[in-house]
């Protein structure tokens, strides 16, 4: 599977963007798949994750509540992480990545196999 992520921009604090995540190539709908953070000059960090099913969203402590990961695995092969109440400290390149197929969902960035190149959001006034 290859992936492709957009949707990144410039937003002022407190706003809202919507990133997405397109597969092509292998069964997209059987694997699961994570969002990741990487700020300038730090390690990259779990951001949320979501199950091939769509089911058992899983979120790192600074996205819930502000940020929603979703899937449509019917109609679009998309994944989606919904990012509102944006913050200053939200900003840098987010990456989309699967799992392999026996493994459900992770938190783990050593668990992915497949990263798209990522899409670099600022949020800044």
């Known amino acids: 599977v290859q992936l492709q992520a957009s949707g990144g921009g410039l937003v002022q604090p407190g706003g809202s963007l919507r990133l997405s995540c397109a597969a092509s190539?292998?069964?997209?709908?059987?694997?699961?798949t994570g969002w990741f953070h990487q700020a300038p000059g730090q390690e990259r960090e779990f951001v949320a994750a979501?199950?091939?099913?769509?089911?058992?969203?899983?979120y790192a402590d600074s996205a819930k509540g502000r940020f929603t990961i979703s899937r449509d695995n019917a109609n679009k092969n998309m994944v989606y992480l919904q990012m509102t109440s944006l913050k200053p400290e939200d900003t840098g390149t987010y990456y989309c990545?699967?799992?392999?197929?026996?493994?459900?969902?992770?938190?783990?960035?050593?668990?992915?196999?497949?990263w798209g190149q990522g899409t670099l959001v600022t949020v800044s006034s």
């Open positions: 979501i199950s091939w099913s769509g089911g058992f969203p899983m």
């Open positions: 990545a699967v799992l392999p197929r026996e493994k459900a969902i992770s938190r783990h960035s050593a668990d992915y196999v497949t």
């Open positions: 190539g292998d069964t997209w709908t059987t694997y699961g």
